[in-house]
């Protein structure tokens, strides 16, 4: 017999929710706090980002009446899959037989924030204050959270499980992120007839990803180029290229460096292959950092003991919604969920993991209610 996460987990996953088309696990969501008799509201970032559902608020009133009130936040869409999803259990394992992503990442995360709720409330648990955030597209930039009202929340921190990692990593810092789109524009010609005439805009983007450091490029830095699409056919030298990169640190001066190198390589190889191009830069979230006796740490800490596990320090190379509330002021903490190969046909999460993470959730409440 699957234990409730299990099996509420293996009913989301198998709801594709690509980034902002989530209102079917939004209503799913809704309906799981509905069961529980918990108010709840939906405010209108949907329209502003493009999204079917705005961010989702729940509030569980502390019963306590002492201790630290926290959030904790999750969001509900996943990287697009490019197949069908058929969550299925196997060696302990939840998996996907339809060769394409589970969602664990962030689904895991939802049903455990779920399900730790589900059983403070109808087990009568005491706790110092608890509020639940779902959030949309946060795969493309956290839209959902930069969208929210963070001063709608009462507590004063919080935490996210978005971390592909073994229950007990508690992320210190992540980097900033910055995105690329460069465009490429030169002279179509007759590909046989007339080569020499043209001036090929993909040649040029090849030769600017070719100038580029990219991959790991120190132990806290990395970019990477993504997306290249141009052309219009085989016989023609395309007159248009394009392409989508990125650059990450925790280091700001570091970041600037990278990014600036990416648009040296840029504009070199436009001039040396007779092309123009144009370029667009975002600054897509901002890096932060915890030292290990800050508040929120601690308490995730202390609840990683008292559930079972040891806590791991680490820092991660990936952006979560927890860098937007530390950027607005408000700590965030990321935790590994156990969580693994992510983004991938073969994305997984143990159901042993689940469990754990909902033992954790309460642990920490446990702590927050004492603190």
Request: with cysteine; hydrophobic share 40%.
């Amino acid at each position: 017999m699957t234990s409730d996460p299990t099996r509420l987990f293996l009913e989301l996953a198998a709801m594709p929710s690509p980034p902002g088309e989530e209102r079917v696990v939004a209503d799913r969501v809704i309906a799981e706090l509905e069961t529980m008799g918990l108010a709840w509201d939906e405010d209108d970032a949907g329209a502003a980002v493009g999204s079917t559902m705005g961010n989702i608020l729940c509030r569980v009133p502390g019963r306590s009446g002492e201790g630290t009130p926290i959030f904790l936040c999750a969001h509900l869409d996943t990287v697009p899959p490019d197949g069908s999803i058929e969550p299925v259990i196997e060696d302990g394992f939840v998996r996907n037989a339809g060769g394409t992503i589970l969602g664990a990442d962030d689904k895991a995360a939802v049903v455990v924030m779920l399900e730790a709720v589900r059983r403070v409330v109808f087990e009568g648990r005491s706790h110092a204050g608890i509020e639940l955030l779902f959030t949309p597209k946060e795969e493309v930039g956290l839209l959902g959270a930069y969208a929210f009202d963070h001063t709608r929340l009462e507590a004063r921190f919080g935490y996210v499980y978005d971390q592909a990692a073994a229950i007990g990593e508690i992320i210190l810092g992540a980097p900033s992120q910055n995105s690329i789109r460069a465009r490429f524009h030169g002279r179509a010609a007759h590909a046989g007839m007339y080569p020499e005439d043209g001036r090929s805009a993909i040649f040029a983007a090849a030769r600017a990803i070719a100038g580029m450091r990219l991959g790991r490029v120190d132990h806290q830095s990395s970019a990477n180029v993504g997306v290249i699409s141009g052309g219009t056919a085989r016989n023609i030298i395309p007159e248009w290229c394009s392409f989508e990169a990125e650059a990450r640190s925790r280091d700001p001066e570091t970041l600037a460096i990278l990014v600036q190198e990416m648009l040296d390589a840029i504009g070199v190889a436009a001039s040396t292959s007779d092309c123009t191009a144009e370029t667009e830069i975002d600054e897509t979230y901002r890096a932060y950092s915890f030292r290990e006796d800050d508040p929120a740490v601690r308490l995730a800490a202390d609840g990683l003991r008292r559930a079972g596990y040891e806590p791991v320090m680490a820092f991660s190379g990936g952006g979560a919604d927890a860098n937007v509330f530390n950027e607005r002021g408000l700590p965030c903490v990321n935790l590994g969920n156990g969580m693994i190969d992510i983004h991938t046909s073969d994305e997984r999460i143990a159901v042993a993991d689940l469990e754990g993470m909902v033992e954790v959730t309460l642990s920490i409440l446990e702590v927050a209610r004492e603190t």
